[in-house]
């Protein structure tokens, strides 16, 4: 990672006699960052955290079972994906906001910008529907040969030099638990009165200075800490609370436009004596509906499951943040609002295998050309294969001495086992991904209702 020498101020706020965070103190450079958080895919922020596990934080920074989903895919060989182009797909998820988030004051994402390929002169003269790719191994609908020469197109949505998300004049209060509002005094006072503070005499001010290991950091408290600020600086252990899954009741749960029909089965091999999920053996529709999680990003996963789990990550609150943040006042337009309320997935990571109703950013209108869809469907694994998955979603691939392997390591009793096909629909599919973002059972938390 290039390291980047900017760094931006943030006052900080403490309890001197109780030691944490009370709140701090930022401008717009802070709080777009902290904003753009919501537009990661969770892919992007396993990337992201594996990278970076050698500074400031004490554990390795293991999110539920997002870890293991990512390192499947990469042990995964090649031949399993629908085409050459969609592991790397899944392994370096693309952000929809991109675009806006290179205009960070500090950018933590790496990626390199999009690059766009075409196919040679002679063709793209004579044809009069050009291709365009985002990949240089993928082929020209016109001559199937691959399109590998570089293109340029003009990206007219440059810098304005006027702040991100938030108007670049606005500043801000952020609490320990990542509420961010307006910095007015009464309300910071109001919010103080709430996590009983009583007396000026013990606030203590503290001035720090945030790059990108600092930022990366925060994101990382930001999912696995409740009090990020107060273990970001005050260098106190996060505690990860284990959750429990609670669902709210189907009645409850929101379902504008957020209801899908599309349905699967997966074989669970159980265990008679504890009624345990041990495995899945599973097609590779039930393995792509497990991996494109990690395209999901986390402002989308927080908005899918506080409709209908009662238990998410503190970043929720950054969420309800923006919700709560006047659109004229202190965003530049409802349609960057919109972006960290709703973001959505990046071009061409649609997949017709996710039971969970996802929308897909529209291709960017800088270039007028075809851009050809790197998968070449709607999918990005080939059909046709089966996997095995354990409870904390190792992805291999099926066959018997792999299965019987995995039994005996956990000493479970042939006469022990029996298996069950079980329905997955669109609750399941929740279930699964807040089991995936905050246990290592994840089979177990999403399909235990499944189970006799
Ligand atoms: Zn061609």
């Given at each position: 990672m290039a390291a980047s020498k900017v760094q931006i101020p943030l006052k900080v706020v403490i309890h001197k006699q109780e030691e944490r965070v009370l709140y701090a103190e930022a401008n717009s450079d802070f709080v777009d960052i902290l904003f753009s958080f919501l537009t990661m895919p969770m892919g992007t922020i396993i990337r992201f955290l594996s990278k970076h596990s050698n500074t400031t934080l004490p554990a390795a920074a293991v999110i539920g079972s997002f870890n293991n989903l990512y390192k499947s895919i990469s042990n995964l060989q090649t031949r399993y994906f629908a085409t050459e182009v969609c592991k790397d797909m899944l392994l370096n998820t693309r952000n929809s906001a991109e675009v806006e988030c290179r205009k960070l004051k500090v950018n933590i994402d790496d990626i390199r910008p999009i690059e766009y390929f075409t196919c040679d002169l002679k063709c793209t003269s004579e044809n009069f529907d050009a291709y365009v790719s985002t990949y240089n191994c993928v082929k020209c609908?016109?001559?199937?040969?691959?399109?590998?020469n570089k293109a340029y197109f003009t990206d007219t949505r440059g810098e304005d030099g006027q702040g991100v998300f938030v108007h670049r004049t606005a500043s801000f209060v952020i609490t320990d638990d990542l509420h961010v509002i307006p910095i007015i005094p009464a309300a910071t006072l109001a919010l103080l009165e709430k996590t009983g503070f009583t007396d000026f005499g013990v606030l203590e001010e503290r001035n720090f200075h945030l790059g990108s290991t600092e930022i990366l950091d925060l994101l990382k408290y930001s999912i696995l800490s409740k009090t990020p600020l107060t273990s970001m600086f005050l260098g106190k252990n996060y505690v990860i609370v284990d959750k429990t899954i609670q669902t709210i009741t189907n009645s409850q749960m929101s379902t504008e436009g957020n209801t899908s029909d599309k349905k699967m089965t997966v074989k669970v091999l159980v265990q008679k004596s504890n009624n345990k999920i041990l495995l899945a053996e599973a097609a590779e529709d039930f393995a792509e509906l497990l991996f494109t999680f990690l395209s999901i990003p986390l402002g989308k996963v927080i908005s899918l499951l506080s409709a209908s789990h009662s238990s998410t990550v503190v970043a929720e609150n950054l969420n309800k943040s923006v919700s709560d943040l006047n659109v004229n006042r202190y965003f530049k337009s409802q349609k960057l609002k919109n972006m960290l309320l709703d973001p959505k997935l990046a071009?061409?990571?649609?997949?017709?295998?996710?039971?969970?109703p996802l929308k897909q950013a529209a291709?960017?209108?800088?270039?007028?050309e075809h851009l050809v869809n790197?998968?070449?469907?709607?999918?990005f694994m080939k059909a046709r294969t089966m996997f095995m998955v354990t409870d904390d979603l190792v992805v291999t691939p099926l066959s018997s001495a792999t299965c019987f392997n995995y039994l005996n390591s956990l000493k479970v009793p042939p006469s022990d086992v029996k298996d069950q096909v079980v329905n997955i629909d669109m609750q399941e599919a929740l279930n699964l991904l807040w089991a995936t973002l905050n246990t290592s059972s994840v089979l177990n938390n999403g399909l235990k209702d499944s189970v006799e």
């Open positions: 609908k016109n001559c199937s040969r691959f399109l590998e071009e061409h990571y649609y997949s017709s295998n996710q039971i969970i291709t960017p209108s800088l270039c007028c790197p998968k070449g469907s709607d999918v």
